[in-house]
């Protein structure tokens, strides 16, 4: 029999897990390996040492061992905003009128606003053991680099962050925060590095892009002593960190003997979702139990519903190593849609791999179906999501109303990925009826592909 379930799953300080849980440790058929854009050959972790800290360089390439222990400092770090509620959305439920029950795991608790923060305080403190003077990293809509400044700030390490001159324009808020943690803000392309100044040479006026500012970010940390890079999502070890969500998400339902039926989450880089299902997927994986795993992504950048298996270019400028993922072609630019962490043209190795192993779904959404799912969560349930989250709602509320269709009672658990108070000229578009609905055309996603290097 189940115990009540109350609005909201706190779990205690002691509950916080002691390790994060390494997904690839438990597959059969592994991800594959970076390779090095010059040799091909895959990365060694000598030269990953280059680019990232050596911990996190070896966190990167261990595809052995199923539990990696949290350091003290990190765990500590953690409990200022963890564990983090997973919630029963009783009211959304009702509103709905579904039989299903729904649960979502809130990211948002925190001053970055989002998930990021999980795995910016482990890159921060490895930098910080190694004796590293600070990281370079880029954003997008700004939300990694908020996460990272506030960690940065923490370890007092110094944080340069490239951020993409559109943001950095339309979006003054989320530098400011960046710049309230002490970290020091370049709009990208900019005259600071070779590869941005090629790319103002030949687009003068561009309003940048993240793969450009990953190419800068990257050169910047490989021309200065004592900085590494740091990247929010796609690889490996931001997977592994990010798998705390899960494993509280996991250890909530097993304490009131609920075992979901299916787990949805929004995919940029994937490292959300990857976390999030990261102990649902072991468990699957070692033929324990049997889950529905569905990955959402926009319509206007649909890497895993439309995109090629290959490996591929992790950044436009191509000085990244090169990682077997679904992509659109590193040379592709969505459209402007408002989830601006979910517009990267590939995939997470990791989740990948699953999908083509058919062990995970994917689904594409429309964005204003986004935003009216957003917005009829907020006034349900209260939190005004992120655009990005909102992807998951809405085919949480889907799934939700197929049940009630068919009278089942599915137990639905989602991933809340964070709080949207910086997006609000997006919900301005949408609220005056002038947000559109792009989907790239097959001739436009071709010219992507064609970008994708041949190897062999
Ligand atoms: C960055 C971001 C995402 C995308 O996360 P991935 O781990 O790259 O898939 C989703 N939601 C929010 C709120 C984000 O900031």
Same mark, same amino acid.
């Given at each position: 029999? *189940?115990?009540?379930?109350?609005?909201?799953?706190?779990?205690?300080?002691?509950?916080?897990?002691?390790?994060?849980? *390494?997904?690839?440790?438990?597959?059969?058929? +592994?991800?594959?390996?970076?390779?090095?854009?010059?040799?091909?050959?895959?990365?060694?972790?000598?030269?990953?040492?280059?680019?990232?800290?050596?911990?996190?360089?070896?966190?990167?390439? =261990?595809?052995?061992?199923?539990?990696?222990?949290?350091?003290?400092?990190?765990?500590?770090?953690?409990?200022?905003?963890?564990?983090?509620?997973?919630?029963?959305?009783?009211?959304?439920?009702?509103?709905?009128?579904?039989?299903?029950?729904?649960?979502?795991?809130?990211?948002?608790?925190?001053?970055?606003?989002?998930? +990021?923060?999980?795995?910016?305080?482990?890159?921060?403190?490895?930098?910080?053991?190694?004796?590293?003077?600070? %990281?370079?990293?880029?954003?997008?809509?700004?939300?990694?680099?908020?996460?990272?400044?506030?960690?940065?700030?923490?370890?007092?390490?110094?944080? *340069?962050?490239?951020?993409?001159?559109?943001? #950095?324009?339309?979006?003054?808020?989320?530098?400011?925060? @960046?710049?309230?943690?002490?970290?020091?803000?370049?709009?990208?392309?900019?005259?600071?590095?070779?590869?941005?100044?090629?790319?103002?040479?030949?687009?003068?006026?561009?309003?940048?892009?993240?793969?450009?500012?990953?190419?800068?970010?990257?050169?910047?940390?490989?021309?200065?002593?004592?900085?590494?890079?740091?990247?929010?999502?796609?690889?490996?070890? %931001?997977?592994?960190?990010?798998?705390?969500?899960?494993?509280?998400? +996991?250890?909530?339902?097993?304490?009131?003997?609920?075992? !979901?039926?299916?787990?949805?989450?929004?995919?940029?880089?994937?490292?959300?979702?990857?976390?999030?299902?990261?102990?649902?997927?072991?468990?699957?994986?070692?033929?324990?139990? *049997?889950?529905?795993?569905?990955?959402?992504?926009?319509?206007?950048?649909?890497?895993?519903?439309?995109?090629?298996?290959?490996?591929?270019?992790?950044?436009?400028?191509?000085?990244?190593?090169?990682?077997?993922?679904?992509?659109?072609?590193?040379?592709?630019?969505?459209?402007?849609?408002?989830?601006?962490?979910?517009?990267?043209?590939?995939?997470?190795?990791?989740?990948?791999?699953?999908?083509?192993?058919?062990?995970?779904? !994917?689904?594409?959404?429309?964005?204003?179906?986004?935003?009216?799912?957003?917005?009829?969560?907020?006034?349900?349930?209260?939190?005004?999501?992120?655009?990005?989250?909102?992807? !998951?709602?809405?085919?949480? @509320?889907?799934?939700?109303?197929?049940?009630?269709?068919?009278?089942?009672?599915?137990?639905?658990?989602?991933?809340?990925?964070?709080?949207?108070?910086? =997006?609000? #000229?997006?919900?301005?578009?949408?609220?005056?009826?002038?947000?559109?609905?792009?989907?790239?055309?097959?001739?436009?996603?071709?010219?992507?592909?064609?970008?994708?290097?041949?190897?062999?």
């Amino acid at each position: 029999m *189940n115990k009540e379930i109350p609005y909201k799953i706190y779990l205690d300080e002691t509950e916080l897990p002691n390790s994060w849980l *390494n997904l690839r440790a438990f597959m059969t058929k +592994k991800p594959a390996p970076l390779l090095n854009p010059k040799t091909l050959q895959p990365m060694t972790q000598e030269e990953l040492s280059a680019i990232f800290c050596e911990e996190l360089a070896k966190q990167e390439i =261990d595809d052995t061992t199923k539990y990696i222990q949290i350091p003290k400092e990190v765990r500590d770090f953690y409990k200022m905003y963890r564990p983090a509620p997973l919630v029963r959305a009783y009211c959304l439920e009702k509103a709905l009128g579904t039989p299903a029950h729904i649960y979502y795991k809130f990211e948002g608790n925190n001053t970055s606003g989002s998930h +990021k923060l999980n795995s910016a305080i482990a890159q921060a403190y490895y930098a910080k053991e190694q004796g590293l003077q600070g %990281v370079t990293t880029e954003t997008g809509a700004g939300q990694w680099g908020t996460a990272l400044s506030m960690a940065c700030s923490y370890f007092g390490l110094d944080c *340069n962050v490239y951020m993409v001159k559109v943001s #950095y324009e339309q979006k003054p808020f989320r530098r400011e925060v @960046m710049r309230t943690y002490g970290a020091k803000v370049t709009p990208s392309p900019s005259q600071t590095t070779k590869v941005g100044r090629q790319i103002l040479e030949e687009f003068p006026g561009t309003g940048g892009s993240l793969g450009c500012a990953i190419s800068e970010a990257v050169e910047a940390s490989q021309t200065k002593e004592g900085y590494r890079y740091a990247l929010g999502s796609v690889l490996n070890q %931001v997977l592994l960190h990010q798998s705390i969500i899960g494993m509280e998400t +996991k250890t909530a339902l097993d304490k009131y003997g609920v075992k !979901a039926d299916m787990i949805i989450g929004c995919a940029g880089g994937g490292s959300n979702l990857g976390g999030l299902i990261a102990p649902f997927m072991a468990e699957q994986l070692e033929g324990k139990a *049997n889950y529905r795993f569905i990955a959402v992504e926009p319509a206007s950048c649909p890497s895993l519903t439309r995109g090629k298996y290959a490996y591929d270019f992790c950044d436009t400028g191509r000085v990244c190593p090169l990682s077997k993922m679904y992509t659109l072609g590193s040379g592709f630019i969505p459209s402007a849609s408002h989830a601006g962490g979910l517009r990267y043209h590939g995939m997470t190795s990791t989740l990948s791999e699953l999908y083509d192993q058919g062990l995970m779904e !994917a689904r594409s959404v429309k964005q204003t179906e986004v935003f009216e799912a957003a917005e009829y969560f907020a006034r349900v349930e209260g939190i005004l999501p992120a655009p990005e989250s909102a992807h !998951a709602i809405k085919v949480a @509320m889907d799934e939700a109303k197929k049940c009630k269709e068919t009278g089942e009672k599915k137990t639905i658990v989602f991933g809340l990925t964070g709080t949207g108070y910086f =997006d609000m #000229y997006a919900y301005e578009k949408f609220h005056d009826g002038k947000m559109d609905d792009y989907i790239p055309t097959e001739e436009e996603l071709q010219k992507g592909f064609d970008g994708i290097p041949k190897l062999q």
